[in-house]
């Protein structure tokens, strides 16, 4: 990330972005709530890349240098806190859970594309603190795809995310870049913190989170992403975002 705006106040507000648009890389005094109640919305740091559909929301801890990307036209829902309001104690980005209370609260907050935000600075206190306390409530999802640091792992993980279906083995893509797969385990769980399998899933979820933000069928995504089959591909992913890759929430 080259150049880095820095925004003392995190945004809130609702930001409507076209598919493929991007908010470049900045940070901002303040922690900030990301929801994408249309499309997909990905945010990406020095330490990898975070992706939430419209079942999940992102939090961007205060001081956090990241970048978005829209998947899809996107309504994207943004949420300002000051520092002393971190009701989870998380000093990292994180995917956290949207209950459908949780939904509404963000989008009455925040506006829908229909409609101005509540204005009135009483419900606007009640709201905000309501949501707090659902935030408290939410879970952490695994929905990350680190970034390696070491030369010889990122080669191998540049591979993949250039072609997330690329059905090689850890040794067989060690054997193409010049490593052992031992050396690449190793840097596989001293960098990513999971195995070599779980971060090659994850890294597919995030692919597949997009290609489905651009409507593109559940077979043809399975396909482009590396599963077998579209059962095998619908089974992992209900089991990451508790619906099934065709149950996407519609957007109001």
């Keep these: 990330m080259p150049k880095v705006r820095h925004t003392p106040r995190a945004t809130t ?11 470049d890389a900045h940070r901002h005094d303040e922690h900030q709530i990301v929801y994408a109640g249309r499309g997909v ?10 992706v939430a559909p419209a079942t999940r929301a992102l939090w961007v801890p205060a001081g956090t240098v990241h970048e978005h990307r829209a998947y899809g036209d996107t309504d994207l829902h943004l949420v300002g806190l000051p520092v002393t309001d971190n009701p989870l104690g998380l000093d990292r980005p994180a995917v956290l859970e949207v209950a459908p209370l949780l939904r509404e609260l963000i989008v009455a907050y925040t506006g829908r594309p229909d409609q101005r935000p509540v204005e009135d600075t009483a419900e606007r206190g009640r709201l ?4 707090l306390d659902q935030l408290r409530r939410s879970a952490q999802q695994p929905v ?3 970034a390696a640091r070491d ?18 083995t850890l040794a067989q893509l060690g054997a193409a870049t010049g490593v052992s797969d031992r050396t690449l385990t190793r840097l596989c769980r001293a960098e990513l913190g999971m195995s070599f399998p779980q971060w090659r899933t994850q890294l597919r979820l995030h692919h597949a989170l997009c290609l489905l933000a651009d ?4 077979t043809v995504v399975a396909h482009r992403c590396g599963w077998a089959s579209s059962s095998a591909f619908i089974d992992v992913f209900r089991r990451a975002f508790g619906h099934t890759p065709g149950a996407r929430r519609p957007s109001r």
Excluded: I, N
């Excluded at 507000?13 to 908010?23: D, H, I, N, R």
């Excluded at 919305?41 to 975070?50: F, I, N």
């Design 41 to 50: 919305l990905s945010v990406t740091t020095d330490a990898g890349s975070w």
């Design 151 to 168: 030369p010889r792992l990122v080669a191998v993980c540049a591979v993949l995310r250039a072609d997330p279906a690329d059905p090689r």
């Design 144 to 146: 990350h795809v680190p």
């Design 13 to 23: 507000g609702l930001l409507p972005l076209a598919a493929g648009a991007e908010v």
């Design 128 to 131: 905000r603190a309501v949501l």
């Design 215 to 218: 409507d593109l069928p559940v």
